[in-house]
């Protein structure tokens, strides 16, 4: 039988006394009251984030998802609904399933009040898009905003053949702005592409406007997606100009800039060819600071949209004369540095000096020969702008240089050695010549053992 638990005593310590025995029971009372009230308290509550719940938020932080008994039919609370999840994810087969269930899932508003197709078309998901835009129903519910909002994210996922359709059934969208989107258009969404895939055969602008209507005069519905863009571009830009001159340049300019000077910036030559081809007073157009696309050509490094200067005859002393407000021509504007993602095209140091001198001698030919020590507002001519420009950079290339140059030098040393070893080694035989003049006896008699 098991005996009564006992009081837990601290035995006494003679050497410290009933006095001080009584002090360190007392402090080990209090500190086991201080452990019982800490063990009551509320534990913090650890929660494990679900991933897929947090990838919805990320794309609508409103959006949550919360229990439905239909989530296929219902819509999530200012969220998207599970067929707006499959567009997004880009499945066909499910979405049609989905539909045979409900055709009008199509037509109900997901996230940010966009249709599933709208969803579909920023995803770039391509077959998704042409699986809903076929369906009659989607065509008569879209308005007017969401038709500009869907040609643009069409423009910018590539899907043109879908583009194409809106524009010939609605020819107005061409001039319609973005509300949602700092009033931004179609023609502009194409103007912040790097490029359209560049035609190799092309060498100046009116040569580039030949490939491009023998492109738009190929029959059938088996285009390529670089034909289709440009048809597109072309397309566009038709019903552009058909306004007055003054609602087109007031259609051109935008908050965020002017159209054909995003496309200066970005490189998109054929872009601005096909603008040009049909409207070549914009060769003169200015920004505000007084530069044309073929300034921007030169302060961008954009050499394919710079040579087209070269066409345009008389036309380029009329765009030589101007100057911006620091009295900086265009070969000032050679002198600047670049960008970084400009510069470094080229690897190494040295090699991107040398781009950038070959660079400043290629614009020299364009301008008048008293531009070339014309001064600006800081009393420096184009020349001297560029030394103090470039003057990071050369150091970096006599640097590198210098360590090039010692690299090269030590594996040069090393094949020095190896091929004068050789030359003095005896064929078949590691005997020194030394050695083999001894032996022999004369040089003689060495030369006639090398003969047999």
């Not at 065509?139 to 500009?148: C, E, F, M, V």
């Not at 738009?216 to 088996?222: E, K, L, P, Q, W």
């Not at 345009?312 to 004369?321: H, Q, R, W």
Request: proline share 5%; with cysteine; aromatic share 6%.
């Amino acid at each position: 039988m098991a005996s009564a638990p006992t009081a837990f005593k601290i035995p006494e310590d003679p050497a410290i006394g009933p006095k001080a025995t009584a002090a360190t029971l007392a402090s080990a009372i209090r500190s086991a009251n201080v452990s019982r009230q800490e063990n009551t308290k509320p534990k913090a509550k650890v929660t494990i984030a679900d991933p897929i719940q947090d990838a919805a938020a990320a794309l609508h932080p409103r959006d949550r998802v919360p229990q439905s008994q239909d989530p296929a039919t219902e819509p999530e609370e200012q969220g998207n609904t599970a067929f707006c999840y499959a567009a997004l994810s880009g499945n066909v087969k499910i979405a049609q399933i989905m539909k045979m269930k409900k055709q009008d899932l199509s037509v109900t508003r997901g996230g940010k009040n966009l249709f599933p197709i709208h969803i579909a078309a920023l995803a770039g998901h391509a077959q998704m898009v042409h699986e809903l835009y076929d369906e009659d129903h989607i065509k008569n519910q879209l308005t007017n905003d969401d038709r500009i909002s869907l040609l643009i994210a069409l423009v910018e996922s590539d899907i043109y053949d879908v583009a194409l359709k809106m524009i010939e059934r609605h020819p107005e969208l061409a001039t319609m702005n973005d509300h949602t989107r700092e009033e931004e258009t179609a023609l502009h969404a194409f103007a912040r592409k790097p490029c359209i895939p560049s035609i190799e055969t092309s060498t100046g602008i009116w040569s580039c406007c030949k490939n491009f209507y023998l492109f738009f005069s190929v029959a059938g519905s088996n285009k390529s997606k670089h034909e289709q863009g440009l048809e597109l571009v072309q397309k566009l830009w038709e019903k552009v100009i058909l306004q007055d001159e003054e609602k087109v340049s007031k259609f051109m300019i935008i908050p965020s800039g002017r159209l054909i000077f995003i496309a200066a910036e970005t490189g998109n030559v054929e872009f601005l060819t096909i603008l040009i081809r049909q409207y070549p007073a914009l060769i003169l157009k200015v920004d505000e600071n007084k530069h044309t696309i073929f300034h921007k050509a030169v302060l961008y490094r954009h050499e394919k949209i710079f040579k087209l200067i070269f066409e345009l005859g008389m036309m380029k002393n009329l765009i030589n004369i101007y100057e911006d407000e620091n009295k900086n021509n265009m070969l000032h504007l050679a002198g600047q540095l670049p960008l970084p993602s400009r510069l470094n095209v080229v690897p190494g140091a040295a090699l991107q000096l040398q781009q950038e001198l070959l660079w400043f001698e290629e614009v020299k030919k364009v301008v008048r020969p008293g531009q070339i020590v014309a001064k600006n507002t800081q009393k420096q001519t184009a020349r001297e702008v560029f030394m103090e420009k470039h003057e990071n950079l050369r150091i970096a290339a006599e640097k590198w240089m210098i360590k090039t140059a010692n690299s090269c030098m030590l594996v040069a040393t090393l094949i020095a050695t190896v091929t004068f070893a050789a030359a003095f080694t005896l064929p078949g035989d590691n005997v020194g010549i030394s050695d083999a003049i001894i032996n022999s006896g004369s040089p003689k008699a060495m030369l006639a053992s090398w003969a047999l």
